[in-house]
């Protein structure tokens, strides 16, 4: 099969290494790519955002699958003029993507469906902001309604600080916090039948312990030792497949990947956000311990098929994956510095370690130079988070990027916790 993923981020270099791992995959093209998808895939100068110039491709590429990766696409309408011209495409309808695309409408279709999330007020009138921040008080959450790429909400203290982000959107949700460690639950689906993946945690502050704005996500790792393993069934009856049956039921049916960003409280599972993509850098932990081949996956979502698709298979292995982002991201990045050590990486720690591309390019002279925010995602894999941290943050320590930032306490806790638990069952 030839496939053609849209995008260039670490998400699509991760979905792309394992596309090119699956044996059915005859041929992989990427737009636009970056400067490590373009080691994997054949690299097209499209604008992602083109709809008409995406299907052109697609067609001209004979493509059987098209992927889109990023939300501003599915959004859109990519996927519907792939769709239109009766090639197999992995992303839901521009409609079906306001899921994510709007925070209100998300929180219409969970009220429907009956899906645990916080209480909300959309907000449009300064009066009704002040309304709803006196209503829910301390700590204020606050989120822009449109897309924002992870940095349209405020979570703060600070009520002067909460007033003035929702005064600079034009519509905004203001809901209840919600209390409890975060998951990244993601799901292929048809339409109609639902395939969830494993869980995965992300780490959405800036810096060292949670400290520092909101960002697309500065690492990731999973399995979650401390979930409960009822989790994802309960996640399944309780969010995804009410989720996937009320948009049927509304004739426009989701299919792709559902992201489901939950909070586990004290009072129950309940929805921070749904996302209607593959998460990034949660996609690159999540891919690294699928052993179903990828392709086939993809386009039994996209061609209506999942129902007869055996069950997923997964490695026993542990994956981390901790980014490396620009001077001044996520506030306004640096780009245009040169990376050095990746071949290192490559010759010292593959394949248990290994670094995708986000922002970056080649330059003329085939120098790696930073082309975005968040610029590396650095991968590993181990028997346990311990083993499959070290092996990430030493591949981490041979890369240099003026300037650069990185968190050095990605799975820190939990890697902790769970070598703590094997030494009390071994005692
Ligand atoms: P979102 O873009 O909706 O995922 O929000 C980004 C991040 O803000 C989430 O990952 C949470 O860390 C935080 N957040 C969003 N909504 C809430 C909430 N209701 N309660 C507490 N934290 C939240
Ligand atoms: N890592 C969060 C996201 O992909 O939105």
Redesign the pocket.
């Known amino acids: 099969m030839k496939v053609l993923v849209i995008g260039g981020g670490a998400r699509e270099h991760a979905l792309c290494r394992s596309l090119s791992l699956d044996p059915d995959v005859t041929a992989l093209h990427c737009a636009p790519g970056n400067a490590g998808i373009a080691e994997v895939a054949e690299l097209h100068g499209v604008n992602a955002l083109d709809g008409a110039a995406v299907a052109d491709l697609a067609a001209g590429l004979q493509a059987d699958l098209v992927v889109v990766g990023p939300e501003a696409p599915l959004v859109a309408g990519v996927a519907d003029a792939v769709r239109e011209r009766g090639i197999p495409v992995f992303g839901p309808s521009a409609e079906a993507a306001q899921l994510e695309g709007s925070?209100a409408f998300a929180k219409d279709v969970m009220a429907a469906a009956a899906v645990p999330?916080?209480r909300?007020y959309v907000c449009t009138t300064p009066a009704e902001i002040d309304e709803a921040l006196d209503a829910f008080g301390a700590?204020y959450?606050v989120?822009d309604d449109g897309l924002?790429a992870?940095?349209?909400?405020?979570?703060t203290e600070d009520v002067e600080a909460a007033r003035a982000h929702a005064l600079a959107c034009d519509r905004v949700v203001i809901?209840?916090?919600?209390?409890g460690p975060?998951v990244s639950l993601f799901a292929i689906t048809d339409g109609e039948s639902v395939v969830p993946l494993q869980p995965a945690q992300?780490f959405?502050?800036a810096y060292d312990g949670d400290q520092g704005p909101?960002t697309g996500g500065m690492g990731a790792y999973s399995p979650l030792p401390w979930a409960d393993p009822k989790l994802v069934d309960e996640v399944m009856a309780t969010v995804l497949q009410p989720t996937v049956d009320e948009l049927h039921r509304r004739g426009t049916p989701f299919s792709g990947l559902l992201y489901a960003?939950l909070?586990i409280t004290s009072r129950g599972v309940?929805v921070?956000?749904f996302?209607a993509r593959f998460g990034d850098p949660e996609t690159q932990v999540v891919l690294a311990r699928l052993q179903t081949p990828l392709g086939g996956l993809l386009l039994a979502a996209a061609t209506g098929n999942l129902a007869a698709l055996p069950p997923l298979r997964w490695r026993d292995d542990a994956a981390v994956t901790v980014v490396i982002a620009s001077h001044n991201y996520p506030d306004t990045p640096r780009t245009g510095d040169p990376i050095e050590g990746l071949a290192d990486v490559v010759a010292q720690d593959a394949p248990d370690a290994y670094v995708l591309h986000a922002g970056t390019r080649r330059d003329d002279s085939g120098a790696v130079l930073s082309a975005g925010g968040r610029v590396l995602s650095v991968t590993a894999t181990g028997a346990d988070l311990t083993t499959a941290r070290q092996r990430a943050y030493r591949a981490v320590g041979r890369i240099s990027l003026d300037g650069s930032q990185h968190r050095t306490d990605i799975a820190a806790k939990v890697a902790d916790q769970a070598a703590e638990a094997t030494e009390t069952r071994g005692a």
């Not at 809901?175 to 209390?179: A, I």
């Open positions: 925070k999330t916080a909300s700590p959450v989120k924002a992870g940095k349209g909400v405020v979570v809901e209840e916090f919600l209390d975060e992300d959405k502050r909101n960003g909070a309940r921070i956000e996302n």
